[in-house]
Each structure stands twice: as structure tokens, then as C-alpha cells.
């Protein structure tokens, strides 16, 4: 609300050469009325709704779409704008919010009637209930000036996008600290495998292909020709399985953590340690971030998922050498030097097997990601991918 969006959407969307989208006159069209009429006449709850289906109905449009004041507060807008195109939260400071809106009171539902301290009063109120939403934009922009504006977005869209990979018993929400240490640097996607993080199980097992699938889809929905990838644990192994399937998909490989020894032997070791019930007698606390990291998914079930799938693993249902031996992307396979799952011996292997493979132990890195170094292992990520 005065934050410019509409002045700065249509400069932008002549710069970039598409069209220029405003929601609230986009729902007047199509309602043929007024937002004003909207409000006096059936409600602001009605509008809410009005606006969420609209807002989805935008959802193909290759556009800059300026949004009402109020759009990402209500109905899971918030989450839905941000994984549906690249959302920017214009920021000015209050006193030029009130600069702006003082001419425009009466053309705002909202605002209808107030004078400058009513004004004022009103819009620190409203920015303080709303902060928490304009946040969750995948930017954030202060400056003021309409070119400066329009630098800044272009600038932050030309980033190199990186795709975040968890591992098997992981979830995107676990890679939230990584992905915020890397967002200066880079576009970063996440996303949740199925059965995970509280995505439904379907009706597919657990399986690398299938999670190839899931990342294949993903890609497809944000209309991502290639992407640069870094995968924990499972999710390199993942990464790998995506570039020797789908090569034109992926750009360069980065991995942490990841097992490629599977054997009968080696697979039923990791299956001992996926035994619910004793999971819950031994490590009682890891049971209890299991069950709300998949919430409300049956956390027990996504265990016995995850050890068929390491079995099938283990009976050869993976990459074999020669597989590997295809993969022609420029790879980094790396191992924590305190890592007691995955040996540095079968990470250098696979590396050296990668026509384009190079290899790194990284100094006192352990196998949970929650235990690694932020700081060094983002910094690793960026000297890699940049």
C-alpha cells in the first residue's frame, strides 16, 4: 500500500518487454466493479476470496504482477506467490509510505476518511501485522528510486539458479539455514521429496527414480530448463541419477555426505538403524524430530519406506560404475573428514569414475547437516558454482 508497486510494476514490465499485471484492477474487470464497491457492498472477506482465485488464475502468465497491499496476508497467498515466480517486497520507510498515500485516501477502502496522524497510526499498525508476510518475499528491496528499483530486481532475477537437495530422511525445512546463507548468491530452490516433509507418500515406493521424478516435475513447474545442484546425503545421489537420465537438465553437481556403497551388507547395516520402535527407545529426541518433520505424514511408515528403498539399493538397484562413467557434468563429491556413514574411500572413488569428477574431504565436517559448518560449506558452494 504505497509502496509503489503499480509505478515500479509498469516501468519494470516495459524494461523486461511483458505485460504489466495489476490484481486489483485485474479482479474489477472481471467483477465488473469497483474494489471500493466490493468492500462497501459484500465485504472484505468476499474480496479476500475474489483475490486468492485470482491470483491463481495468473498462475501461466509470463508478467509482472503488482499485488494488492493485503494479497500475501490471507489464504496461503504468501507461500503460493513465492513458489509460483520470483516475488519482490518493495520496502520504503513509513514516512514516505505517508507521503504517498495522503492524495490517495479516498480511492482506498481502507483508508477512507483518515487524516495524516490517523494515517500514520494506521499504516505502522498494519505494516507490523503484515511484515511477517512481505518477508517471506524471495526479495526485499529498500531503495526508492524507480530506476534504482528496477536495477536492483534485474540484478537479483540474472542470479544463477541452485537447486537444494535433502536427504533421505530430511526435508526442505531442514536446508532452510543453508538456503538462507546461499540466497545472496544464488536463486535457491527447495523442495520436498515425496513422503517427505509432509508431502503425501502417493502411490509410488520410495525409490532414487522416483525422487528424480519429483525433481524433474519441479523443474517443469517453474518452467526451469537447467539448474545447478547441491545434494545432502541422498540427495546427491539423486542429483547424479538426474544428470546420467537427464543430462540437458542439469548444469553442475555438488554433493555432501552422499553413500554409493550399497551392497546387500552395507544396506542392511543402514536398515538396523531405520527400526522405528527402537528408534523411539534408543534416540527418543530424534524419534520425536522425525515425527514433526514429516508431520502429518506417518513418520514410522516414511522409516519403512526409506529402508526398501536402501535395500533395493543395496540389490543393485542404483547407478552402477559404468553409469557413473557417463555422467559428463562438472561434479564435486565431498565427504566430511568425521563423517561415519560415508567413507572418503567410496567418495573418491565415484569421483574419479566421473569424467568430470574431482573430489574434497572437508576438515571436521560430520554427517548431519544441522553439525556442518554453514559459513565453510556455503562458502564452498558459491567458490564451486561461481
Request: aromatic content about 8%.
Amino acid at each position: 500500500m504505497g509502496s509503489g508497486k503499480s509505478h515500479v510494476g509498469k516501468a519494470l514490465s516495459r524494461d523486461l518487454k511483458v505485460p504489466f499485471i495489476d490484481l486489483d484492477t485485474f479482479i474489477e474487470i472481471e467483477e465488473e466493479c469497483t474494489i471500493s464497491e466490493i468492500f462497501i457492498t459484500k465485504g472484505e472477506a468476499y474480496f479476500r476470496k475474489l483475490e486468492r482465485n485470482a491470483l491463481r488464475k495468473l498462475k501461466n502468465a509470463k508478467a509482472v504482477v503488482a499485488l494488492g497491499g493485503g494479497t500475501p496476508c490471507f489464504l496461503d497467498n504468501s507461500t503460493w506467490i513465492t513458489e509460483h515466480g520470483d516475488s519482490f517486497f518493495l520496502d520504503p520507510t513509513i514516512s514516505i509510505l505517508i507521503e504517498r498515500l495522503l492524495e490517495e485516501t479516498e480511492k482506498r477502502p481502507l483508508l477512507k476518511g483518515k487524516n495524516k496522524e490517523e494515517l500514520y497510526t494506521f499504516i505502522e499498525k498494519k505494516l507490523e501485522e503484515r511484515r511477517p508476510f512481505y518477508q517471506q518475499a524471495n526479495y526485499s528491496i529498500k531503495t526508492t528510486s524507480v530506476q534504482e528499483i528496477i536495477l536492483e530486481i534485474k540484478r537479483k532475477m540474472s542470479k544463477q539458479k541452485l537447486l537444494v537437495l535433502h536427504g533421505a530422511l530430511g526435508s526442505q525445512a531442514q536446508l532452510k539455514p543453508l538456503k538462507n546463507a546461499l540466497e545472496d548468491s544464488f536463486e535457491v530452490h527447495t523442495l520436498n521429496f515425496t513422503g517427505h516433509g509432509g508431502r503425501n507418500f502417493g502411490e509410488a515406493d520410495f525409490s532414487i527414480d522416483q525422487f528424480t521424478k519429483d525433481v524433474l516435475d519441479y523443474l517443469d513447474e517453474k518452467d526451469v530448463d537447467k539448474i545447478n545442484v547441491f545434494g545432502y546425503s541422498m540427495g546427491g545421489y539423486v542429483a547424479l541419477n538426474l544428470a546420467e537420465k537427464f543430462p540437458d537438465r542439469v548444469a553442475k553437481i555438488f554433493t555432501l555426505a552422499t553413500k554409493f556403497a550399497w551392497s546387500i551388507e552395507s544396506a542392511s547395516k543402514e536398515v538396523k538403524m531405520l527400526n522405528p520402535n527402537l528408534m523411539e527407545e534408543k534416540v527418543p529426541a530424534f524419534a520425536a524430530i522425525l515425527k514433526e518433520r514429516h508431520a502429518p505424514l506417518d513418520w514410522k511408515l516414511h522409516l519403512n519406506k526409506t529402508a526398501e528403498m536402501m535395500l533395493a539399493l543395496g540389490n543393485g538397484l542404483g547407478l552402477s560404475t559404468e553409469d557413473f562413467g557417463t555422467i559428463s557434468n562438472e561434479v564435486l563429491i565431498t565427504v566430511g573428514s568425521k563423517d561415519r556413514m560415508v567413507s572418503q574411500e567410496e567418495s573418491e572413488i565415484v569421483a574419479n569414475v566421473l569424467p568430470n569428477g574431482d573430489f574434497e574431504v572437508l576438515e571436521g565436517f560430520k554427517h548431519p547437516i544441522e553439525q556442518v559448518d554453514l559459513k565453510v560449506l556455503s562458502e564452498k558452494i558459491k567458490s564451486f558454482f561461481e
